[in-house]
């Protein structure tokens, strides 16, 4: 199995106010207070202070509305916190649970992060969100844009794609996407393909490796 996830996976759980501008300690703590309303129940105040220390590192003060820190967080920090917990919670870590699963009865098992950032688009946070990989799974970089893919692509990029397609094209027919090299390729020349020319770990529960696809 393939699998894999991208920088921010909660992107759209928030408004475009707080993406663009951030918001107050108050708003995120509300914000969490909801999401844990139905999976933490007993003591709901008691795990959104836990959850809040271990990713910001501050111990926090509660009050009857907010967690008040000792140290002052901008806008900006106290809402990618949040982005941070809800990617994790909602995405990230229920994949990786799948893939510990699924490793242990097979180890034909493959996990990614998508890191790279299409240069002709703007994106929130200078971060790659839910569906960024999309583009370049589907090869659009490589016949140019189309649909709703009307972003513009530049020759490495179209390199990239053609890149993730043989890995997955790989891995479709033989179970391994580190299998079977191209000896032809459509972008650039064969020089440049070879700064791909890594294997793919697999995925296990005691070695958790993956691939980082981008910068």
Known sequence: MMY??????S???????????GMLQKERDQELRNYLRFTCETK????VSTILEEYTGNIFIMDDEAYSSTVTNTAGVVRDSLLDILSDARTVAPILKMGLFHSMVNRHSYFYVFTHKTESKDHLLNKTSTGDE???????????????????YTEREALFSEVIMTYICNFAYRGNPNRARKLENYSLGQFDWTQYDVDWPEFG???????????
Request: aromatic share 16%; proline share 6%; net charge negative.
């Open 4 to 9: 894999g996830v991208t920088e921010v996976e």
């Open 11 to 21: 992107i759209n759980f928030l408004g475009p106010i707080a993406l663009t501008y």
């Open 44 to 47: 709901p105040e008691l795990c």
């Open 134 to 152: 999309l583009a370049y799974v589907f090869g659009v970089p490589l016949g140019g844009s189309s649909f709703h893919f009307v972003d513009r």
């Open 205 to 215: 529960s005691k070695q958790q490796y993956y691939l980082q696809l981008g910068k």
